[in-house]
Protein backbone atom coordinates (compact mmCIF):
# COMPACT_ATOMS: atom_id res chain seq x y z
CA UNK A 1 0.00 0.00 0.00
CA UNK A 2 1.73 3.34 -0.80
CA UNK A 3 2.42 5.45 2.08
CA UNK A 4 1.39 9.04 2.16
CA UNK A 5 3.29 11.33 2.76
CA UNK A 6 2.44 14.37 4.71
CA UNK A 7 1.52 17.69 3.38
CA UNK A 8 4.58 20.35 3.43
CA UNK A 9 4.32 22.99 6.35
CA UNK A 10 2.30 25.68 5.32
CA UNK A 11 3.99 29.21 6.28
CA UNK A 12 2.34 31.20 8.49
CA UNK A 13 2.42 34.45 10.07
CA UNK A 14 1.53 36.25 13.19
CA UNK A 15 -0.08 39.72 13.85
CA UNK A 16 -0.01 40.83 17.07
CA UNK A 17 2.48 39.79 20.07
CA UNK A 18 0.05 40.79 23.46
CA UNK A 19 -1.40 38.44 25.84
CA UNK A 20 -3.39 36.05 23.94
CA UNK A 21 -0.37 35.99 21.09
CA UNK A 22 1.87 33.29 23.76
CA UNK A 23 -0.84 30.95 23.46
CA UNK A 24 -0.96 30.95 19.87
CA UNK A 25 2.90 31.06 19.09
CA UNK A 26 3.02 27.85 21.81
CA UNK A 27 1.10 25.59 19.45
CA UNK A 28 2.63 26.77 16.25
CA UNK A 29 5.95 26.07 17.42
CA UNK A 30 5.09 22.66 18.76
CA UNK A 31 6.84 19.45 17.06
CA UNK A 32 4.14 18.83 13.86
CA UNK A 33 1.82 21.75 13.79
CA UNK A 34 1.54 21.77 9.77
CA UNK A 35 2.82 25.64 9.83
CA UNK A 36 6.44 27.20 9.79
CA UNK A 37 6.64 30.99 11.29
CA UNK A 38 8.06 32.57 8.67
CA UNK A 39 7.13 36.36 9.99
CA UNK A 40 6.11 38.13 13.06
CA UNK A 41 4.32 41.56 13.02
CA UNK A 42 3.82 44.06 15.99
CA UNK A 43 3.36 47.90 15.75
CA UNK A 44 5.47 47.86 18.72
CA UNK A 45 9.40 46.63 17.90
CA UNK A 46 9.99 45.16 21.56
CA UNK A 47 6.87 43.15 21.56
CA UNK A 48 7.95 40.02 19.49
CA UNK A 49 11.02 39.36 21.57
CA UNK A 50 8.90 39.90 24.88
CA UNK A 51 6.11 37.38 23.29
CA UNK A 52 8.94 34.73 23.35
CA UNK A 53 10.10 35.70 26.69
CA UNK A 54 6.34 35.21 27.63
CA UNK A 55 5.95 31.91 26.10
CA UNK A 56 9.11 30.70 28.23
CA UNK A 57 12.04 31.18 25.36
CA UNK A 58 15.23 32.30 27.20
CA UNK A 59 17.35 35.50 25.72
CA UNK A 60 19.29 33.33 23.57
CA UNK A 61 16.92 30.94 21.85
CA UNK A 62 14.48 34.14 21.63
CA UNK A 63 17.28 35.86 19.71
CA UNK A 64 18.35 32.75 17.32
CA UNK A 65 14.14 32.48 16.41
CA UNK A 66 14.25 36.49 15.73
CA UNK A 67 17.46 35.91 14.03
CA UNK A 68 15.26 33.40 11.46
CA UNK A 69 11.88 34.83 11.14
CA UNK A 70 11.19 38.10 9.52
CA UNK A 71 9.82 40.58 11.64
CA UNK A 72 7.86 43.71 10.70
CA UNK A 73 6.12 46.72 12.08
CA UNK A 74 3.83 47.33 9.10
CA UNK A 75 1.54 44.54 8.35
CA UNK A 76 0.56 45.53 4.64
CA UNK A 77 4.24 44.91 4.34
CA UNK A 78 5.09 41.72 6.16
CA UNK A 79 1.74 40.50 3.58
CA UNK A 80 3.26 42.21 0.24
CA UNK A 81 6.82 40.76 1.34
CA UNK A 82 5.75 37.21 2.48
CA UNK A 83 2.75 36.05 1.09
CA UNK A 84 2.38 33.51 4.17
CA UNK A 85 -0.04 31.00 3.72
CA UNK A 86 -2.05 31.47 6.89
CA UNK A 87 -2.00 34.31 8.80
CA UNK A 88 -3.06 34.67 12.96
CA UNK A 89 -4.79 37.72 13.79
CA UNK A 90 -4.35 38.96 17.23
CA UNK A 91 -4.89 42.58 17.89
CA UNK A 92 -6.90 44.75 19.48
CA UNK A 93 -10.47 43.70 18.40
CA UNK A 94 -11.44 47.18 16.76
CA UNK A 95 -8.17 46.37 14.05
CA UNK A 96 -9.69 42.56 13.44
CA UNK A 97 -12.12 43.69 10.48
CA UNK A 98 -9.14 45.89 8.43
CA UNK A 99 -5.96 43.89 8.84
CA UNK A 100 -8.32 40.13 8.13
CA UNK A 101 -9.52 41.74 5.32
CA UNK A 102 -6.37 42.29 3.68
CA UNK A 103 -4.59 39.07 4.92
CA UNK A 104 -7.61 37.41 3.23
CA UNK A 105 -7.03 39.43 0.07
CA UNK A 106 -3.49 38.62 -0.07
CA UNK A 107 -4.30 34.82 -0.60
CA UNK A 108 -4.04 33.73 3.42
CA UNK A 109 -6.48 31.68 5.33
CA UNK A 110 -6.74 33.24 8.49
CA UNK A 111 -7.42 32.57 12.14
CA UNK A 112 -9.06 35.63 13.33
CA UNK A 113 -9.38 36.58 16.79
CA UNK A 114 -13.00 37.09 18.74
CA UNK A 115 -14.76 38.94 18.74
CA UNK A 116 -14.65 38.71 14.15
CA UNK A 117 -15.19 42.39 13.78
CA UNK A 118 -16.91 45.35 15.82
CA UNK A 119 -19.40 45.89 13.55
CA UNK A 120 -22.23 43.89 11.58
CA UNK A 121 -21.55 44.80 8.09
CA UNK A 122 -17.92 44.41 8.20
CA UNK A 123 -18.17 40.80 9.96
CA UNK A 124 -20.63 39.73 7.10
CA UNK A 125 -17.83 40.99 4.54
CA UNK A 126 -15.58 38.90 5.87
CA UNK A 127 -17.55 35.97 5.92
CA UNK A 128 -18.44 36.78 2.06
CA UNK A 129 -14.94 37.44 1.24
CA UNK A 130 -14.33 34.09 2.71
CA UNK A 131 -16.82 32.28 0.68
CA UNK A 132 -15.73 33.81 -2.61
CA UNK A 133 -12.10 33.70 -2.42
CA UNK A 134 -12.13 30.07 -1.00
CA UNK A 135 -9.96 31.48 2.00
CA UNK A 136 -10.74 30.26 5.69
CA UNK A 137 -11.30 31.53 8.40
CA UNK A 138 -10.71 30.24 11.83
CA UNK A 139 -11.93 31.90 14.91
CA UNK A 140 -10.59 32.21 18.42
CA UNK A 141 -13.79 30.72 19.52
CA UNK A 142 -11.76 28.34 22.30
CA UNK A 143 -15.17 26.45 23.68
CA UNK A 144 -15.77 24.69 20.67
CA UNK A 145 -12.61 22.82 20.67
CA UNK A 146 -13.20 21.64 24.05
CA UNK A 147 -13.25 18.25 25.01
CA UNK A 148 -16.77 16.89 24.42
CA UNK A 149 -18.08 19.63 22.90
CA UNK A 150 -17.91 18.55 19.61
CA UNK A 151 -19.51 15.27 20.42
CA UNK A 152 -22.38 16.82 22.52
CA UNK A 153 -23.08 19.13 19.49
CA UNK A 154 -23.48 16.46 17.46
CA UNK A 155 -25.80 14.26 20.02
CA UNK A 156 -27.96 17.29 20.68
CA UNK A 157 -28.16 17.85 16.94
CA UNK A 158 -28.97 14.09 16.50
CA UNK A 159 -32.00 14.70 18.78
CA UNK A 160 -29.96 12.46 21.47
CA UNK A 161 -31.34 14.85 24.28
CA UNK A 162 -34.70 15.59 22.82
CA UNK A 163 -36.35 18.58 21.81
CA UNK A 164 -33.97 21.81 23.01
CA UNK A 165 -36.15 23.73 25.70
CA UNK A 166 -33.60 26.14 27.19
CA UNK A 167 -30.60 26.77 28.10
CA UNK A 168 -28.50 29.56 29.86
CA UNK A 169 -24.63 30.48 30.10
CA UNK A 170 -23.00 32.45 32.74
CA UNK A 171 -19.31 33.85 31.97
CA UNK A 172 -18.37 35.34 35.21
CA UNK A 173 -14.95 36.44 33.82
CA UNK A 174 -13.69 38.74 36.57
CA UNK A 175 -10.99 41.40 35.31
CA UNK A 176 -9.77 44.20 37.86
CA UNK A 177 -8.92 47.95 36.92
CA UNK A 178 -4.93 46.90 35.95
CA UNK A 179 -6.71 44.83 33.17
CA UNK A 180 -8.58 47.74 31.61
CA UNK A 181 -5.43 50.50 32.31
CA UNK A 182 -3.07 48.48 30.92
CA UNK A 183 -3.96 49.73 27.35
CA UNK A 184 -5.97 52.40 25.94
CA UNK A 185 -7.94 49.80 23.51
CA UNK A 186 -9.20 47.80 26.98
CA UNK A 187 -13.10 48.20 27.85
CA UNK A 188 -13.89 51.26 24.63
CA UNK A 189 -16.81 50.77 22.50
CA UNK A 190 -14.98 51.08 19.45
CA UNK A 191 -12.00 48.82 20.11
CA UNK A 192 -13.42 45.81 22.86
CA UNK A 193 -16.73 46.68 23.45
CA UNK A 194 -17.40 45.34 26.95
CA UNK A 195 -18.20 41.71 28.81
CA UNK A 196 -20.79 40.50 26.26
CA UNK A 197 -18.32 41.32 23.62
CA UNK A 198 -15.03 40.46 24.58
CA UNK A 199 -15.49 37.89 27.28
CA UNK A 200 -18.83 36.70 26.03
CA UNK A 201 -19.13 36.77 22.63
CA UNK A 202 -17.09 32.65 21.89
CA UNK A 203 -19.67 31.85 25.00
CA UNK A 204 -23.13 32.94 23.25
CA UNK A 205 -21.24 31.45 19.83
CA UNK A 206 -20.80 27.85 22.00
CA UNK A 207 -24.52 27.99 23.27
CA UNK A 208 -26.13 28.84 19.97
CA UNK A 209 -23.88 25.58 18.66
CA UNK A 210 -24.72 23.29 20.96
CA UNK A 211 -28.51 23.92 21.22
CA UNK A 212 -28.63 23.86 17.21
CA UNK A 213 -30.42 27.23 16.21
CA UNK A 214 -29.69 30.99 15.22
CA UNK A 215 -30.39 33.93 17.08
CA UNK A 216 -33.83 35.18 15.96
CA UNK A 217 -34.14 37.65 18.27
CA UNK A 218 -32.56 39.19 21.55
CA UNK A 219 -33.13 41.66 24.34
CA UNK A 220 -30.57 42.85 27.11
CA UNK A 221 -29.40 44.90 30.28
CA UNK A 222 -26.24 46.13 30.97
CA UNK A 223 -24.71 48.03 33.68
CA UNK A 224 -21.20 49.57 34.50
CA UNK A 225 -21.33 48.33 38.08
CA UNK A 226 -17.49 48.33 39.48
CA UNK A 227 -14.78 49.02 36.69
CA UNK A 228 -13.82 52.41 35.34
CA UNK A 229 -14.38 51.98 31.56
CA UNK A 230 -16.38 53.10 28.67
CA UNK A 231 -18.68 50.01 27.75
CA UNK A 232 -20.72 47.00 30.12
CA UNK A 233 -18.85 45.61 33.02
CA UNK A 234 -22.53 43.36 33.50
CA UNK A 235 -24.76 42.18 31.09
CA UNK A 236 -28.00 40.26 31.70
CA UNK A 237 -30.41 38.60 28.38
CA UNK A 238 -31.97 35.88 26.54
CA UNK A 239 -31.94 35.07 22.97
CA UNK A 240 -34.54 33.41 21.40
CA UNK A 241 -33.48 30.76 18.69
CA UNK A 242 -34.71 30.15 15.22
CA UNK A 243 -35.90 26.10 16.57
CA UNK A 244 -38.03 28.32 19.46
CA UNK A 245 -35.44 27.73 21.98
CA UNK A 246 -34.66 30.08 24.97
CA UNK A 247 -31.80 31.34 26.10
CA UNK A 248 -30.61 33.23 28.95
CA UNK A 249 -27.11 35.23 28.72
CA UNK A 250 -25.07 36.67 32.22
CA UNK A 251 -21.16 38.06 31.22
CA UNK A 252 -19.67 40.48 33.74
CA UNK A 253 -16.16 41.17 34.15
CA UNK A 254 -17.44 42.63 37.52
CA UNK A 255 -16.51 39.57 39.61
CA UNK A 256 -13.41 38.35 40.96
CA UNK A 257 -10.08 37.95 38.95
CA UNK A 258 -9.21 34.62 41.16
CA UNK A 259 -12.36 32.51 40.47
CA UNK A 260 -13.06 32.20 36.74
CA UNK A 261 -16.30 31.08 35.36
CA UNK A 262 -17.79 29.76 32.08
CA UNK A 263 -20.72 27.44 32.97
CA UNK A 264 -23.69 26.27 30.65
CA UNK A 265 -26.79 24.48 30.84
CA UNK A 266 -29.13 22.96 28.45
CA UNK A 267 -32.07 20.63 28.55
CA UNK A 268 -34.12 18.40 26.29
CA UNK A 269 -37.09 16.92 26.83
CA UNK A 270 -34.38 13.38 26.75
CA UNK A 271 -31.80 15.03 28.93
CA UNK A 272 -30.01 17.55 30.36
CA UNK A 273 -25.96 18.88 30.68
CA UNK A 274 -24.21 21.34 32.94
CA UNK A 275 -20.61 21.80 31.42
CA UNK A 276 -17.93 24.20 32.68
CA UNK A 277 -14.90 25.71 33.36
CA UNK A 278 -14.19 27.12 36.88
CA UNK A 279 -10.70 28.51 38.30
CA UNK A 280 -9.41 26.34 34.98
CA UNK A 281 -11.23 23.06 36.09
CA UNK A 282 -13.64 21.52 33.89
CA UNK A 283 -16.95 20.29 34.91
CA UNK A 284 -19.44 18.44 33.15
CA UNK A 285 -22.90 16.62 34.78
CA UNK A 286 -24.79 14.77 31.75
CA UNK A 287 -27.75 13.37 32.53
CA UNK A 288 -30.72 11.32 30.81
CA UNK A 289 -34.83 12.06 31.07
CA UNK A 290 -34.68 9.94 33.84
CA UNK A 291 -31.99 11.95 36.00
CA UNK A 292 -29.39 9.15 35.62
CA UNK A 293 -25.43 10.71 34.78
CA UNK A 294 -24.06 9.71 31.40
CA UNK A 295 -20.44 10.89 32.76
CA UNK A 296 -18.94 7.80 32.08
CA UNK A 297 -20.49 7.51 28.77
CA UNK A 298 -19.08 10.53 27.53
CA UNK A 299 -15.67 9.93 29.14
CA UNK A 300 -15.30 6.78 27.37
CA UNK A 301 -16.17 7.90 24.52
CA UNK A 302 -14.38 10.76 24.02
CA UNK A 303 -10.87 8.83 24.79
CA UNK A 304 -11.70 5.82 22.71
CA UNK A 305 -12.60 8.05 19.65
CA UNK A 306 -9.98 10.88 20.03
CA UNK A 307 -7.40 9.50 22.70
CA UNK A 308 -5.78 11.03 25.80
CA UNK A 309 -4.65 13.74 23.43
CA UNK A 310 -8.11 15.21 23.18
CA UNK A 311 -8.18 16.04 27.14
CA UNK A 312 -5.02 18.23 26.52
CA UNK A 313 -6.44 20.58 24.60
CA UNK A 314 -7.77 21.91 27.91
CA UNK A 315 -3.95 23.11 28.43
CA UNK A 316 -4.17 25.23 25.27
CA UNK A 317 -7.60 25.34 23.51
CA UNK A 318 -5.18 27.06 20.50
CA UNK A 319 -3.67 24.13 19.55
CA UNK A 320 -6.60 22.78 18.96
CA UNK A 321 -7.77 25.57 16.64
CA UNK A 322 -4.49 25.29 14.78
CA UNK A 323 -4.88 21.62 13.84
CA UNK A 324 -7.99 22.04 13.03
CA UNK A 325 -7.73 24.97 10.23
CA UNK A 326 -4.16 23.02 8.76
CA UNK A 327 -6.69 20.02 8.17
CA UNK A 328 -9.22 22.36 7.35
CA UNK A 329 -6.83 23.56 4.64
CA UNK A 330 -5.74 19.89 3.25
CA UNK A 331 -9.09 18.69 3.08
CA UNK A 332 -10.66 22.00 1.92
CA UNK A 333 -13.83 21.82 4.35
CA UNK A 334 -14.58 24.57 6.76
CA UNK A 335 -12.86 25.50 10.17
CA UNK A 336 -15.05 23.97 13.39
CA UNK A 337 -15.39 27.44 14.58
CA UNK A 338 -15.94 28.84 10.90
CA UNK A 339 -16.52 32.37 9.40
CA UNK A 340 -20.55 32.26 9.80
CA UNK A 341 -19.55 31.34 13.35
CA UNK A 342 -17.99 34.98 13.56
CA UNK A 343 -20.41 37.20 12.29
CA UNK A 344 -23.17 35.27 13.78
CA UNK A 345 -21.72 35.69 16.84
CA UNK A 346 -21.07 39.24 16.37
CA UNK A 347 -24.55 40.14 15.55
CA UNK A 348 -26.03 38.68 18.72
CA UNK A 349 -23.74 40.90 20.67
CA UNK A 350 -24.72 43.83 18.50
CA UNK A 351 -28.59 42.87 18.71
CA UNK A 352 -28.42 42.62 22.66
CA UNK A 353 -26.36 46.18 22.20
CA UNK A 354 -29.03 47.56 20.46
CA UNK A 355 -32.09 46.07 22.74
CA UNK A 356 -30.22 47.68 25.99
CA UNK A 357 -30.02 50.94 24.01
CA UNK A 358 -33.42 51.10 22.50
CA UNK A 359 -35.32 49.30 25.57
CA UNK A 360 -37.01 46.54 23.03
CA UNK A 361 -36.74 43.08 22.05
CA UNK A 362 -34.30 43.18 18.63
CA UNK A 363 -35.26 41.16 15.84
CA UNK A 364 -32.09 39.22 14.64
CA UNK A 365 -30.43 39.56 11.73
CA UNK A 366 -29.92 43.16 11.82
CA UNK A 367 -32.51 44.90 10.29
CA UNK A 368 -29.62 47.71 9.51
CA UNK A 369 -26.29 48.27 10.18
CA UNK A 370 -25.18 48.49 13.57
CA UNK A 371 -21.60 48.37 15.09
CA UNK A 372 -20.16 48.48 19.02
CA UNK A 373 -19.17 52.08 18.56
CA UNK A 374 -23.11 53.51 17.73
CA UNK A 375 -23.12 52.77 22.01
CA UNK A 376 -21.11 55.35 22.75
CA UNK A 377 -22.64 57.46 25.96
CA UNK A 378 -24.62 54.49 26.77
CA UNK A 379 -23.81 55.08 29.97
CA UNK A 380 -23.86 59.12 29.74
CA UNK A 381 -26.08 60.92 32.30
CA UNK A 382 -28.14 58.58 34.63
CA UNK A 383 -27.65 55.08 33.20
CA UNK A 384 -27.09 52.66 35.21
CA UNK A 385 -23.13 52.99 37.09
CA UNK A 386 -21.78 52.36 40.50
CA UNK A 387 -18.25 54.50 40.39
N1 LIG B 1 -9.76 33.52 22.18
C1 LIG B 1 -9.47 33.94 23.39
O1 LIG B 1 -9.64 33.20 24.36
C2 LIG B 1 -8.91 35.33 23.60
C3 LIG B 1 -8.35 35.66 24.84
C4 LIG B 1 -7.81 36.93 25.00
C5 LIG B 1 -7.87 37.86 23.96
N2 LIG B 1 -8.46 37.52 22.76
C6 LIG B 1 -8.56 38.49 21.67
O2 LIG B 1 -7.25 38.70 21.13
C7 LIG B 1 -7.09 40.05 20.72
C8 LIG B 1 -5.85 40.63 21.37
O3 LIG B 1 -6.00 40.63 22.76
P1 LIG B 1 -4.74 40.76 23.73
O4 LIG B 1 -5.26 40.63 25.10
O5 LIG B 1 -3.66 39.85 23.28
O6 LIG B 1 -4.33 42.28 23.44
P2 LIG B 1 -2.94 43.01 23.76
O7 LIG B 1 -3.21 44.46 23.89
O8 LIG B 1 -2.24 42.31 24.89
O9 LIG B 1 -2.07 42.72 22.43
C9 LIG B 1 -2.34 43.35 21.20
C10 LIG B 1 -1.03 43.49 20.44
O10 LIG B 1 -1.33 44.02 19.13
C11 LIG B 1 -0.32 44.98 18.81
N3 LIG B 1 -0.85 45.90 17.80
C12 LIG B 1 -1.68 46.94 17.96
N4 LIG B 1 -1.93 47.53 16.78
C13 LIG B 1 -1.24 46.83 15.85
C14 LIG B 1 -1.09 46.96 14.42
N5 LIG B 1 -1.72 47.92 13.74
N6 LIG B 1 -0.28 46.08 13.80
C15 LIG B 1 0.37 45.11 14.48
N7 LIG B 1 0.28 44.96 15.82
C16 LIG B 1 -0.53 45.80 16.49
C17 LIG B 1 -0.01 45.65 20.15
O11 LIG B 1 1.24 46.34 20.13
C18 LIG B 1 -0.04 44.46 21.10
O12 LIG B 1 1.25 43.86 21.20
C19 LIG B 1 -8.39 40.76 21.08
O13 LIG B 1 -9.21 40.83 19.95
C20 LIG B 1 -9.02 39.86 22.13
O14 LIG B 1 -10.44 39.93 22.14
C21 LIG B 1 -8.95 36.27 22.58
Known amino acids: MPVKSPAAPLSYALIGCGRISVKHIKAVLK ?40 VYTDFEEMLRTEHPQVVAITV ?14 SGAHILLEKPMTMCASEARELYEISESTGRK ?15 LQKEI ?3 VFGTISHGSVAVRWGHDQEYYDQAAWRGTW ?16 LLCWLMNGEAVSATAMLARRFRD ?17 LCQIEGTTATSPFDHEASFFING ?4 LRVGLRKGKPFFDIRDAAGHKRNFYYLRKELHEKGFGSLLTLLNPHAGIYKDLVLAIHENRSPIADAKSGYTSVEMVLGMYLSAREGRQIALPLAADFSSEDM ?5 GSRNTAH
Open 229 to 245: MEAEDVACGTLELSNHA
Open 31 to 70: KNSGLTLSAIVDSNPAAPANLLLAAGFSDKKAKKLLDRVH
Open 137 to 151: IAMGHIYRYLPFVAT
Open 376 to 380: KGFFD
Open 269 to 272: SKGN
Open 190 to 205: KSDGGALMNQSVHALD
Open 92 to 105: PSGLHYRIAKAALL
Open 157 to 159: ADG
